[in-house]
């Protein structure tokens, strides 16, 4: 039958589109469900997570049945900070058949970025909407937010016209006694250096956003794929981790008063994921989220490794066997160095994709 594209307009078809990512993932034994309550506003320009950006879904139907989508993203604000006319493409998912639909799709998706003044697409990369494609663990749950991508998608991409941009690896620590001293130590050694780590629940609420902010900002300001925060979104982000539990474990690092690092944690939730029969969630599988920024002035000096020591702290507290150090460029190496010293070790791997229009 005839592959057609749509772009999805009302409600219902939009609805549907978010829906389509539990069909594609039904087949695992742990997944995480599709957010309707945080994509539908997306697609409907109701978020915050729209300033700045303009945004086109598209779906593939193959004989009726939706069986790819894809969201085309100008994103204004990237362009500005990079000073370079990049798209995005994000909340790509397709079927395992889905060959000529998503090159199709792909090319549309790809034709209206350009007529728009985009020299490429990037996929699998644009805070806090997408992430990166998983290319070696397709089994264990991960972390929430992380893709789960079965391992077709890659041969999909290239296929479409995409190549490889960037790598990434995932870090995961295994709870031991050495390593609770270790971050106690950690934690004292940066109070002895005059460093202050005030947990988020701690902090006025406008405080606590406009600073989180400032410091991820000014962190990730020369960060690969970096777009600027807006208080729109930290706002939305605050209040999602306020849900999960996040206040008690997000902190905000200071010295004499001013804000110099932000970590933002939170607890594991994958008491949310959907399980086939008979499948149980490993203790390996019950992780946390982490994202971490210091400014530059005070890199160095182990506010890092202290605010990562609290979160991990209250984590294991609480229970935590395993930790999340979360994703890390390939060539990030300072970043690294961090997470092999608080015992982390990789456990993934991910990538990110391009597609250059004129070649």
Known sequence: MA???????????????????????????????????????????????????????FAARDGGELVARAVAVVDERYCR?????????????????????????????????????????????????????????????????????????????????????????????????????RYESALEAARRAGFEIVPAKE????????????????????HWGHVPVTREEGTLLDAMSAFTGGHETSVMAYREGAAVGALFVTPDVSSAAILGSGRKIADSEKLNTLGIGVREAARGRGVNLAMASYAFLQLIRKGAKYLSYTLVLDDNWPSRRTAEKLGAKVCANYLVYRRNFRV
């Open 3 to 57: 592959i057609r594209i749509e772009v999805p307009e009302d409600n219902a078809s939009l609805t549907e589109f978010v829906l389509f990512h539990d069909r594609v993932y039904a087949y695992r034994g742990a997944r995480w469900p599709a957010s309707v309550e945080i994509e539908l506003p997306l697609l409907t320009g109701q978020s915050p997570l729209c300033e700045g950006r303009t945004i086109r879904p």
């Open 203 to 222: 902090i006025p609420n406008d405080r606590r956003v406009a600073e989180y902010i400032d410091v991820m900002n000014d962190a990730f300001k020369r």
């Open 81 to 181: 900070h990079w000073n370079e006319r990049l798209g995005h493409v994000v909340m790509f998912e397709a079927t395992a058949g889905a060959r000529d639909a998503v090159k199709l799709i792909m090319d549309e998706a790809c034709q209206w970025l350009e007529s728009h003044g985009t020299i490429a697409a990037r996929a699998g990369d644009l805070f806090p909407i997408d992430f990166p494609f998983v290319i070696d663990e397709y089994e264990l749950l991960p972390p929430n937010l992380l893709r789960q991508n079965p391992d077709y998608y890659h041969s999909l991409l290239k296929d479409a016209g995409f190549e490889t941009e960037q790598g990434m690896v995932d870090y995961k620590i295994e709870v031991t006694p050495a390593l609770v001293a």
